[in-house]
């Protein structure tokens, strides 16, 4: 199973991107998704997560400013990301917790990470 991110990039501030993410590979479901972040020098936090059925939860530092959906059908995750600050730069970095057959328990997979630099 692979993860592979994409739509990092530079912005200015008050800008926007959008971060896409795919899951590839054997896959049997996929429960939670989520996005975290991880500032230079800082550690990994969850920015904003989705269930299978669509329930979300987000950071308080960006709700109402970035949007989370997902494509079942291609086991794809989507971050909208508007009116981006200086402080929402970061490496970004898709999870997910899946299972890749039946019988097997749920396990973590995490795409590799996309760089998202907001300029002032």
């Known amino acids: 199973v692979q993860l592979q991110a994409s739509g990092g990039g530079l912005v200015q501030a008050g800008g926007s991107l959008r971060l896409s993410c795919a899951a590839s590979?054997?896959?049997?479901?996929?429960?939670?998704m989520g996005w975290y972040r991880q500032p230079p020098g800082k550690q990994r936090e969850l920015v904003v997560s989705?269930?299978?059925?669509?329930?979300?939860t987000y950071v308080d530092s960006v709700k109402g400013r970035f949007t989370i959906s997902r494509d079942n059908a291609k086991n794809a995750v989507y971050l909208q990301m508007d009116s981006l600050k200086p402080e929402d730069t970061a490496v970004y970095y898709c999870?997910?917790?899946?299972?890749?057959?039946?019988?097997?328990?749920?396990?973590?997979?995490w795409g590799q990470g996309t760089l998202v630099t907001v300029s002032s």
């Open positions: 590979g054997s896959i049997f479901s996929i429960s939670f």
């Open positions: 989705i269930t299978s059925v669509g329930s979300t």
């Open positions: 999870k997910a917790d899946l299972r890749t057959t039946r019988w097997q328990r749920r396990d973590d997979y």
